[in-house]
């Protein structure tokens, strides 16, 4: 499988989030070709700020694999993780992460920090993005079309 | 009470962290004078790199009162929050931050990065540190000095 086959894998998660009312976001994490956690934006169904999807994915790998080191993996994130969410990427020790689009608000990869070039962080993280850009903004553009035509 | 009397109540869920062979970090999230939340570090515990004492305060407190806001709230932790707690304390809309000591490795606040004073972001975190220090730094202290006597 190649990049675009586990982002697709993350972006199923994300419109299973904005099935549910949530900002559509979505997460897996893979190692070995295997993808080993996934997680969506829970936010407003958990009442809980950090229930991200890169968090969701964190805690159901660790949890799969028993150990809250995931070296050797990669993660795929429909959107730029933010910054509290790059930092929980660099504490899980993940060495790759792959995203599809900036985040605006929160973005902590370049839109508002550049959380995963800091030197002198005891971790790298490596990073590449515009991974299914235009399939994802095209969503995410939708979800809050629909949102403005709810809200008038 | 005061800031010391808050404080008071992190150091004792750090002690329970330490207790139970974690890093000793606790923190306590205050509203109107009544203790909404109580985290401590958990990571080994749960096996989670998440599972940090202010996400564990965070995630209590939204559960007590059922909304992922947090306004007029107070978070004392004994430690200099990490970029992934000082990323979901903003998430968590809360409005001021009261910490002990500086956090050598991956500090948020003052010492990797900013987080609370990056202009860009659309909530602002008021922060004072300083608190409890020299208690704080002991207990840091004898933590460490009791696992490198494990460790030989």
Do not use: Q
Not at 27 to 49: C, F, Y
Not at 75 to 98: D, L, N, W
Not at 118 to 143: Q, Y
Request: proline share 4%.
């Amino acid at each position: 499988m190649n990049h675009e086959d586990f982002m697709a894998e993350a972006i199923a998660e994300a419109r299973l989030a904005s099935g549910a009312g949530e900002v559509p976001v979505g997460a897996v994490i893979v190692r070995n070709g295997e993808i080993i956690g996934r997680g969506r934006n829970r936010k407003e169904e958990k009442k809980s700020p950090v229930s991200h999807a890169e968090i969701e994915a964190i805690e159901a790998a660790c949890a799969y694999i028993g150990d809250w080191r995931l070296t050797e993996s990669v993660m795929y994130v429909t959107a730029e993780p933010c910054v509290m969410c790059s930092g929980a990427i660099i504490h899980a020790r993940i060495p790759r992460v792959v995203f599809g689009v900036k985040e605006p608000k929160f973005g902590g990869v370049v839109t508002h920090a550049c959380i995963f070039d800091t030197p002198s962080f005891n971790h790298r993280t490596e990073w590449l993005s515009g991974v299914c850009r235009e399939e994802i903004a095209a969503m995410m553009k939708d979800f809050f079309s629909g949102l403005r035509k709810t809200a008038y």
